[in-house]
């Protein structure tokens, strides 16, 4: 492994990707010592309020910014590190300047690991689907990060859930599938923290046992390895692993 203390680097989208899907891994893997950064393209502006609202839309930036540091340090994660492209439209940002200065995160925190979405965006949002090019063409220009992880829900779960809003991937896919009910209440303290989302996220009302079911499985698809023996994931989350 490359340096003394392993290092994972997400590059999301917005306020709120961090914690959703990955967040108990990442506070797994914080536990066990990996220097967890984010780097996060937008302040979700264009985001929702809250169902009522809980801010004006003049100030949500400013509020979904204060919940991704909320929730960065409930799950252990270092401080992120927030940019101010537009949200909805990351897609039409100039893909150099962006690659650039992911290059640039890159170079400065030396990543082993990158996580971000994949060619579908999870979801089919653009600003999921722009990010994770982005952080394909900057892994393809950095030769020190030994591989490349993608957030998915297999199809299994999707059908089981009947989650229509969500692009799964084939269960065979998956390269790892992580139980994160040891940092169940650190996940479900940083959901919290994102309290503008919550109207927005049908399944935070569900009751716990199907919370449980889509929450407390996380998946994740190996996009690219270039250095097997460098890449902690498989390792440090054995003992966690479906």
């Known amino acids: 492994m490359v340096g003394d203390t392993p290092a994972l680097l997400a590059i999301l989208a917005h306020p709120d990707d961090e914690t959703f899907r990955p967040g108990g891994t ?140 969500i692009h799964p991937v084939p269960d065979e896919m998956i390269a790892l599938r992580v139980d994160v009910s040891l940092a169940w209440e650190v996940k479900r303290a940083a959901m919290a923290c994102h309290a503008t989302q919550r109207s927005a996220t049908p399944l935070l009302n569900a009751d716990d046992g199907r919370q449980r079911l889509f929450f407390g499985r996380e998946f994740f698809v190996l996009a690219a390895s270039r250095a097997p023996e460098s890449d902690f994931m498989p390792d440090l989350l054995r003992d966690h692993r479906l």
């Open 26 to 165: 990442l506070a797994l893997l914080a536990r066990k010592g990996v220097k967890v950064h984010l780097l996060t393209a937008t302040r979700g502006e264009a985001g929702s309020r809250g169902d009522p609202p809980q801010c004006e839309a003049k100030d949500l930036a400013d509020v979904r910014e204060r919940e991704l540091r909320c929730a960065c340090a409930a799950l252990g994660l270092e401080p992120p590190r927030v940019r101010k492209y537009k949200d909805g439209h990351l897609q039409e940002a100039d893909p150099s300047a962006v690659v650039a200065d992911i290059l640039a995160y890159m170079d400065e925190v030396r990543p082993q690991v990158v996580l971000t979405f994949g060619a579908d965006g999870l979801s089919g949002h653009p600003d999921h689907i722009a990010i994770g090019r982005f952080t394909v063409q900057a892994y393809a220009a950095n030769d020190h990060v030994a591989a490349l992880y993608t957030l998915a829900v297999p199809r299994s779960l999707a059908e089981q859930l009947e989650m229509r809003q």
